[in-house]
């Protein structure tokens, strides 16, 4: 994935997720733990469901992660002003597909690929992705 491709999800707009760089995040080497940035991806994941879907799904639905691939290209550090900035390429059934690029200012420290499964909120078992969600997630002429 070429570091521009995460805007290329046709519709799909990216959601900048802002991150604070904490102390807890550092690592022995004296930058963010690699661990650290799949914590970032979930939570700019969320950030973004809870953003963008209506307040119905949001209360009967829940998300884990399915798998992530992810490409780290740099270091952060303590200070850093970093975002997560985060494009749902598709969604299919009860999985939904995202790209995350995390960013210091327009450097790309990491890219990740990541899979997820939506999950009914009370019964914890998996639940079909509504076809109504399309409009919110790929509204027509973005």
């Given at each position: 994935?070429?570091?521009?491709?995460?805007?290329?999800?046709?519709?799909?707009?990216?959601?900048?997720?802002?991150?604070?760089?904490?102390?807890?995040?550092?690592?022995?080497?004296?930058?963010?733990?690699?661990?650290?940035?799949?914590?970032?991806?979930?939570?700019?994941?969320l950030?973004h469901?809870?953003?963008?879907?209506?307040?119905?799904?949001?209360?009967?639905?829940?998300?884990?992660?399915?798998?992530?691939?992810?490409?780290?290209?740099?270091?952060?550090?303590?200070?850093?002003?970093?975002?997560?900035q985060?494009?749902?390429?598709?969604?299919?059934?009860?999985?939904?597909?995202?790209?995350?690029?995390i960013?210091?200012?327009?450097?790309?420290?990491?890219?990740?690929?990541?899979s997820?499964?939506?999950?009914?909120?009370?019964?914890?078992?998996?639940?079909?992705?509504?076809?109504?969600?399309?409009?919110?997630?790929?509204?027509?002429?973005?």
């Amino acid at each position: 994935m070429s570091a521009n491709a995460i805007l290329e999800a046709p519709g799909a707009a990216a959601f900048n997720h802002p991150i604070k760089v904490e102390a807890a995040d550092i690592d022995f080497m004296g930058h963010v733990n690699n661990a650290r940035y799949l914590n970032w991806v979930q939570d700019a994941v969320l950030a973004h469901w809870r953003g963008i879907a209506p307040a119905e799904d949001v209360a009967s639905k829940a998300w884990v992660a399915l798998k992530h691939e992810i490409t780290y290209r740099k270091p952060a550090f303590l200070e850093d002003d970093v975002i997560a900035q985060t494009v749902l390429e598709r969604f299919n059934g009860a999985r939904a597909f995202y790209s995350t690029l995390i960013k210091r200012g327009e450097e790309v420290l990491a890219e990740v690929q990541s899979s997820w499964c939506c999950i009914d909120a009370e019964t914890l078992r998996p639940a079909r992705i509504g076809e109504h969600l399309r409009e919110f997630f790929f509204p027509k002429g973005e």
